[in-house]
């Protein structure tokens, strides 16, 4: 009786071991696919970097242009820990003497940049230009750190201009123009400091309309041969 309750016992025990091993296989089965699922997410945030890479048409239906100069990642710190976003700067004009631009911030890029264009068209202003290629006088502007000169350049100069200045005198319209940038490489100053040269800008025909008197006459006292032809050019 002894060697039958042996030999009945050894059975059960060796069956059991495979019953105890199919929940392990099983459990790392789900953790394979747990780690799927991770590269899986891993794959979400590549398609939240691929949004960095798409920029807005540069010309619209409407005949504006739009610039994308700037797109910073931001963070905003609450209870849970932080928030990630993104913010954008964008120049938009109509390549005729309208230019303005605006600033948008947004959990994903293309809603930011949409945000900074509305924004950017809300703030346009008009400058008044030379033959429809150039500046009328030079000026200078300053915002926080960030200093810029601009100066007006004879036909076939174009736009000496870096960063985020050249895609405001692109959408102006601007073809010649000098500039430089001293004091500070940052876009969101040196965009505010080049509104603020162009703000100061005035044409003869503004001048002659404020004081009362012709075009002729104020482009006469400075020695041009011209002044008459120069006047009716800039009148038309």
Known sequence: MMAENTESTAPVTD???????????????????????????????????????RRPAQEEDDGTIEKLVHINRVSKTVKGGKRFGFA????????????????????????????????????????????????????????????????????GTGIIAGGPMRAVFESLGVADVVTKSVGTSNPYNMIRATFAALSEQTSPKSVAQRRGKKIADLLGRGGSKTAEADAEAIAE
Do not use: C, Y
Not at 29 to 44: K, L
Not at 99 to 122: L, W, Y
Not at 131 to 154: E, I, M, N, W
């Open 15 to 53: 069956g059991a071991a495979p019953e105890s091993a199919a929940p392990e296989g099983q459990r790392r089965g789900r953790g394979g696919r747990g780690g799927g699922d991770n590269r899986g997410g891993g794959s979400g945030g590549g398609r939240g970097r691929n949004n960095n890479d």
């Open 88 to 155: 954008a700067l964008v120049v938009v004009g109509d390549g005729q003497g309208r230019v303005g631009f605006g600033h948008g911030k947004a959990r994903e890029v293309p809603e930011a940049i949409n945000k900074a264009t509305a924004a950017a068209k809300k703030s346009m202003i008009r400058v008044a230009l030379k033959d429809g290629r150039t500046l009328h006088h030079d000026g200078k502007g300053h915002f926080g750190a960030g200093k810029v000169t601009l100066r007006s350049a004879p036909a």
